[in-house]
């Protein structure tokens, strides 16, 4: 459970002896949707098929497929492989000396430790992860307007029922390109190879993970997540982490669930993180994300916080136009909430940022430059505070997120303004008020101005 943060400057160093892009989460990091069969190592790559004829031969194609091996043998060589573009915008910016998530990703506990190893496997073709998250289904209770029929069945339900948003520059959220993409999801009914694939692996699977986590969808609202509870409590795994994803917005019951398993589970493994996602505060967040109460998700957080003290506390950030106005005032709570609950250990309660990419019509670049400064001016005064305020001997705000919270602006104005997104934008926001009347009223518009 002990590990020492290795120096940035020094992790880029050791990364550069093997290439110039070369990232350790290739192979020591995962993400599996079952659900539609897909695959990538982190969340910034799109996903592409698994191969049933793979799995047929090699239980971990579920995460070592040949389309992986490739990728990494561009990085092994040098290659800026084209489905980390991600990182690759961050690190050819003509201005400063950029360190992109690879280099974070190759640093963590989950990475360093294994990079002597990672070398010697070359394309790891039956590579053991150290981290692996999945996806069961895509069973959710919102239709956040950046997400996607695969991932959402709210958002399935939407799309067939009214067809895709026909915008000037793209049609959004089209079944028939899920169809063209093979990335239409398993039906709960449905026998889904994938996911027996993922059960016949998961007695060896678990022995060796030091870290796993169930997204989603909505993971509470999925049978086999409980089932993977029930699992872990019955047959302990003393040094894995344990994660789930929620939004926190599901019915009372399940949160009641949630926490009585959480308990059962203390002492059966390392650590238990929740998971969840909020970008801001107030009506742009229920605007945004179609199905939140934001006075419920609060409240759901304290409740886990005070009933179970000994889980961490995740919240991640997708950060879009609709953000712009309040994520330092979430950056703020999670600090309070860090004075209250963190005791002596800050990072029991996290926060990443992460900027949105896809759809391009909601992301930073749409905005005007003086937009974005006009907003940034809070987000640096807030981050300078933050960061200069101490909390049991830190940083009140982390390094890691400070720096992140940078690199977001820095991107942010460096890349060129995308006028055909703002276009998008606007159609957009018009057709969801036209299929959802009762969000008309949380709209932002400021940004439709910007």
Same mark, same amino acid.
């Given at each position: 459970?002990?590990?020492?943060?290795?120096?940035?400057?020094?992790?880029?160093?050791?990364?550069?002896?093997?290439?110039?892009?070369?990232c350790?989460?290739?192979?020591?990091?995962?993400?599996?949707?079952l659900?539609?069969?897909?695959?990538?190592?982190?969340?910034?790559?799109?996903?592409?098929?698994?191969?049933?004829?793979?799995?047929?031969?090699?239980?971990?194609?579920l995460?070592?497929?040949?389309?992986?091996?490739?990728?990494?043998q561009?990085?092994?060589?040098?290659?800026?492989?084209?489905?980390?573009?991600?990182?690759?915008?961050i690190?050819?910016l003509?201005?400063?000396?950029?360190?992109?998530?690879r280099?974070?990703k190759?640093?963590? /506990?989950?990475? *360093?430790?294994r990079?002597?190893?990672?070398?010697?496997?070359?394309?790891?073709?039956?590579f053991?992860?150290?981290?692996?998250?999945?996806?069961?289904?895509?069973?959710c209770?919102?239709?956040?307007?950046?997400?996607?029929?695969?991932?959402?069945?709210?958002?399935?339900?939407? /799309?067939?029922r009214?067809?895709p948003?026909?915008?000037?520059?793209?049609?959004?959220?089209d079944?028939? *390109?899920?169809?063209?993409?093979?990335k239409?999801? *398993?039906?709960?009914?449905e026998?889904?190879?994938?996911?027996?694939?993922f059960w016949?692996?998961?007695p060896?699977?678990?022995?060796?993970?030091?870290?796993f986590?169930?997204t989603?969808?909505?993971?509470?609202?999925?049978?086999?997540?409980?089932?993977?509870?029930?699992?872990?409590?019955?047959?302990p795994?003393?040094?894995?982490d344990?994660?789930?994803?929620?939004?926190l917005?599901v019915?009372?019951?399940?949160?009641?669930? %949630?926490?009585?398993k959480i308990?059962?589970?203390?002492?059966?493994?390392?650590?238990?993180?929740?998971?969840t996602?909020?970008?801001?505060?107030?009506?742009?967040q229920?605007f945004v994300?179609d199905?939140?109460?934001?006075?419920?998700?609060?409240?759901?957080?304290?409740?886990?916080?005070?009933?179970?003290?000994n889980?961490?506390?995740?919240y991640?950030?997708?950060?879009?136009?609709?953000?712009?106005?309040t994520?330092?005032?979430?950056?703020?709570?999670?600090?309070?909430?860090?004075a209250?609950?963190?005791s002596?250990?800050?990072h029991?309660i996290? %926060?990443?940022?992460?900027?949105?990419?896809?759809?391009?019509?909601?992301?930073?670049?749409?905005?005007?430059?003086?937009?974005?400064?006009?907003?940034?001016?809070?987000?640096?005064?807030? %981050?300078? /505070?933050l960061s200069n305020?101490?909390? *049991?001997?830190?940083?009140?705000?982390?390094?890691?997120?400070?720096?992140?919270?940078?690199?977001?602006?820095?991107?942010?104005?460096?890349?060129?303004?995308?006028?055909a997104?703002?276009?998008?934008?606007?159609?957009?926001?018009?057709?969801?008020?036209?299929r959802?009347?009762?969000?008309?009223?949380n709209?932002?518009?400021?940004?439709?101005?910007?």
């Open positions: 459970m002990n590990f020492k943060i290795i120096p940035i400057k020094q992790i880029r160093d050791e990364l550069s002896e093997v290439s110039p892009t070369m350790l989460a290739k192979w020591t990091q995962g993400t599996i949707h659900n539609t069969g897909h695959t990538h190592s982190c969340h910034h790559p799109a996903t592409h098929k698994i191969p049933l004829s793979e799995l047929e031969t090699n239980l971990s194609a995460h070592n497929t040949k389309h992986k091996q490739k990728a990494r561009d990085m092994l060589n040098g290659i800026q492989t084209p489905e980390c573009e991600y990182c690759w915008k690190e050819n003509t201005t400063g000396d950029h360190d992109s998530d280099t974070f190759s640093r963590t /506990s989950w990475s *360093y430790p990079f002597e190893e990672v070398i010697q496997s070359g394309q790891g073709s039956e053991f992860p150290s981290y692996i998250e999945v996806n069961f289904d895509n069973t209770n919102f239709r956040c307007l950046y997400c996607s029929p695969d991932v959402s069945s709210r958002w399935m339900e939407d /799309s067939q009214h067809g948003y026909k915008l000037p520059h793209t049609a959004f959220n079944i028939e *390109y899920l169809k063209a993409t093979d239409m999801p *398993y039906q709960s009914k026998v889904n190879p994938y996911v027996d694939a016949k692996w998961w060896e699977l678990k022995q060796k993970l030091t870290h986590r169930i989603g969808g909505e993971p509470l609202l999925s049978k086999n997540t409980w089932k993977l509870i029930e699992d872990l409590i019955a047959s795994q003393p040094t894995l344990f994660a789930i994803n929620t939004n917005c019915p009372d019951e399940l949160i009641a669930r %949630l926490i009585s308990n059962s589970l203390d002492n059966k493994v390392a650590r238990i993180t929740i998971f996602s909020i970008e801001g505060d107030g009506p742009e229920e994300r199905g939140m109460d934001v006075e419920r998700f609060w409240r759901n957080v304290e409740l886990l916080l005070d009933q179970c003290p889980i961490r506390l995740a991640m950030t997708t950060v879009n136009v609709f953000s712009l106005k994520l330092h005032h979430l950056a703020t709570r999670v600090v309070e909430q860090r209250a609950y963190a002596d250990d800050i029991k996290n %926060l990443s940022f992460n900027y949105l990419r896809y759809p391009a019509f909601l992301a930073l670049p749409t905005m005007s430059k003086a937009a974005l400064e006009q907003c940034f001016v809070h987000w640096r005064r807030t %981050l300078e /505070s305020k101490s909390l *049991y001997g830190h940083a009140a705000l982390t390094s890691q997120e400070s720096e992140a919270w940078e690199r977001m602006m820095t991107w942010a104005l460096e890349v060129p303004r995308d006028t997104g703002k276009e998008d934008q606007v159609e957009f926001i018009k057709q969801v008020c036209v959802r009347p009762e969000l008309d009223a709209i932002p518009r400021w940004v439709l101005d910007n």
